[in-house]
RNA sequence: GCCGCCAUCGUCUAGGGGACUAGGACGCCGCCCUCUCACGGCGGUAACACGGGUUCGAAUCCCGUUGGCGGUACCA
């Protein structure tokens, strides 16, 4: 199989236009084929060298690989015309002055029972010559056999008075002399795929590629937002981009967005890249439209982040807050250099930064989660006026005043030896533990949520853990 | 308006004439685990859009209606 996925530069790399590459991809990697890349630029206007560049960096992000290209289309203008010419000096096409509104007029005149048809003049556009008569059969590899009707077809404008070629015939000639054997895209395009088939036509018949089989093609259901109508911005992330910012794994949204449209059908949901290449074929694609709802998207990306290997990752996480939050990043870099000025033991330093992560890493569902959890590990915890409230009141500075002086007087800290020394305090308080270990947690870590009480204390290490205990005590 | 696509739990889907008292996953609810939050385990809630056919029998086939979506550019 030889693919093809071929955005349009106008803008960011929607989810959508991810699905359709990521589609595209596995079919490619499933048969051993090849995926053709290529930028469909013919549109000067709108295309810009930035867009072009945010949609490769969304693609390899997604470490969506190509084979061959990227292409530029509008590299191509030469050939385009060579092909242009050749169906104009056929017949196949032909110059029209013809407007939008005489079109608009003709269709008043004729009704709505016959599209569109010009009288050759010297110059203006070119419309390419559809048939009065019969129907271009659209073999759709998800959706069967659709028929549109000549009659119903306008002449279509295939090049712009100054001869440059418009997308549905440069798409046409592109997909023949690339080979494509298999066009994959969204159903938007189903309507132009006549048109399209019927360029590709009148180019064999003046013998440009007469010898190839015309391209399968299969037209993917469309995204919609939770609210079923267009996917936005509104709808939180609509781009690939933010889907990286919002701290999703490449991984997990392969993973959720091969399964919009398309399912393995037995009952997995939870399908490794590798399994989806073994796996995917173009005869379980779906041709319902689908919802992008980030729900399934967080709990997927959750237990990718759990399979990842610790030191994995942490790299992951550093790399991501370096991206998103200069802060955390700043903090994170100031432990390294602690870390290396030795007050410590090396080993225990250097895997602080893993430590945490080992024991958030079950709490959280995507890189962004991580900092508000664990972020108090690496800076000063954040004041939260109720939690102190709640747990900081009379009984609780009581607890914690006994938790300090348990802590202090404890040998190494071990998630061990914490764990020992804390339930102590609480069997000697006769008190439920979360008495014991809430008014500590408010104090160590400024919220009601963190990781698990013993680990934190001993991450956090005595020295500090009795410094942020003495400050809520002052404070409270 | 015209042309076309689509129609199973809130969401993603399984299902392609009898195996369907319609299965799974997310979400939600409850219980268990538990130092918070989670993770994990167990259980529950919840759907064949409607109306006609065809058939001994329809979620599955046909037609219509309704609804959703796409297209209808000298955009892609």
Do not use: C
């Amino acid at each position: 199989m030889r693919l093809r996925f071929a955005p349009s530069p106008t803008g960011a790399l929607h989810i959508g236009g991810a699905r359709t590459a990521l589609f595209n991809w596995l079919l490619a990697r499933h048969s051993r084929g090849a995926l053709v890349l290529r930028i469909e630029d013919t549109d000067r206007e709108r295309s810009t060298t930035e867009n072009v560049e945010q949609i490769l960096d969304a693609l390899r992000w997604l470490d969506l690989d190509w084979d061959e290209g990227p292409i530029f289309q509008s590299a191509r203008a030469a050939r385009h015309r060579e092909a242009l010419q050749a169906l104009l000096d056929a017949g196949h096409a032909y110059r029209s002055r013809a407007t939008a509104e005489d079109v608009k007029e003709f269709k008043r005149r004729h009704g709505a029972d016959r599209g569109f048809r010009g009288e050759p003049d010297s110059d203006g556009a070119v419309r390419l010559r559809v048939p009065d008569e019969g129907a271009t059969i659209v073999h759709d590899a998800v959706r069967g056999q659709t028929r549109f009707e000549h009659v119903h077809l306008d002449d279509p404008v295939i090049a712009r008075a100054d001869g440059s070629v418009l997308y549905n015939f440069a798409v046409a000639i592109d997909d023949l002399d690339a080979r494509i054997t298999h066009v994959v895209r969204g159903e938007d395009h189903l309507s132009n795929t006549p048109k399209q088939l019927l360029v590709l036509e009148a180019a064999r018949a003046v013998g440009l590629g007469a010898d190839r089989p015309l391209p399968v093609y299969a037209h993917l259901p469309l995204l919609h937002g939770p609210d079923g109508k267009k996917l936005s911005k509104r709808h939180g992330a609509a781009s690939v981009q933010e889907l990286r910012d919002a701290g999703y794994l490449p991984e997990a949204v392969r993973n959720y967005l091969a399964l919009l449209g398309w399912g393995a059908g037995d009952d997995e949901t939870v399908l490794s890249t590798p399994e989806l290449v073994e796996r995917f074929t173009l005869g379980r694609v779906s041709r319902n439209p689908a919802r992008f709802d980030e729900t399934k998207l967080r709990w997927l990306n959750g237990i990718y982040m759990r399979e990842l290997p610790i030191p994995e990752l942490a790299r992951r996480l550093k790399a991501f807050l370096e991206l998103t939050d200069p802060t955390a990043a700043k903090a994170l870099a100031e432990t390294e250099t602690d870390r290396r000025s030795a007050e410590r033991p090396p080993k225990a330093a250097g895997d602080r930064f893993e430590r945490a992560v080992a024991i958030s890493r079950e709490k959280i569902q995507t890189l962004d989660d991580f900092w508000p959890l664990s972020g108090f590990f690496f800076i000063e915890p954040a004041d939260d006026p109720p939690a102190r409230e709640r747990w900081l009141g009379e009984d609780g500075r009581r607890a914690l005043s006994d938790a300090r002086a348990a802590l202090e007087d404890l040998g190494e800290l071990t998630e061990t030896t914490v764990a020992g020394a804390l339930e102590a305090v609480v069997a000697r308080r006769r008190v439920k533990p979360r008495e014991v270990y809430q008014p500590l947690r408010v104090a160590i870590a400024g919220g009601t949520v963190s990781p698990g009480i013993f680990e934190s204390v001993a991450l956090l290490g005595r020295a500090e853990t009795l410094r942020r205990i003495d400050r809520a005590l002052a404070r409270a």
